[in-house]
């Protein structure tokens, strides 16, 4: 909790343990920031089967499914695209590392992301399988919590286990986007108190 809290940005956070309860405090945090430090990410890798314009608001709730099956989601970018998805390819839990910088193209914040030795593996066939395809069954859906975050189109294969996430990201985004990643997913929920 200490790693997640600092890597979001709340520098002075303080993590107690009393009774079976964790607090954090954090001077001068929102609420929404101490929010987000309770919320379970769940990053999936999905090759895209179709994508056509999202008519209705109603299409483009966050849907969650089984690994093992299609899924259909939307962008979160305001591009009103709703994704026919593939099984998970590479899941989040595959994610070694991830931190957060400004690109050095100048293009905004972005996140870096390293894969462990399995998802290496893994991420090396999807990306092998979706470059031969044509579009849009050549992109590769970053899914986060039930919203494609991002589809990238795949024009070679990615073999050494590294991935950057770019968008619309503000630096308080990505940090918040890294930390998650990083850290993992929870093994509870939490609340915000108070």
Known sequence: MRHRATAMGL?????????????VSAPGASREKLTGLGEQARLDFRPVRTQAPATAKAQCSAAEGPSAKPLTACATNGADVRYTLGPVAVPGTDVSTARSHLSKYGTGWV?????????????ADLTAELVTQAPPANQLAVVLDGTVISAPS???????????????????AAEELAAQLS???LPMRLRVSG
């Open 11 to 23: 520098r002075d956070a303080r993590v107690d343990v009393a009774g079976g309860a964790i607090t």
């Open 154 to 172: 795949v024009s070679q294969k990615l073999t050494d286990g590294r991935v950057q996430i770019s968008g619309d990201f503000t630096r308080a």
């Open 183 to 185: 850290a993992g997913a």
């Open 111 to 123: 996140v870096d992301i390293t894969f462990t030795a399995a998802g290496t593996r893994r991420f």
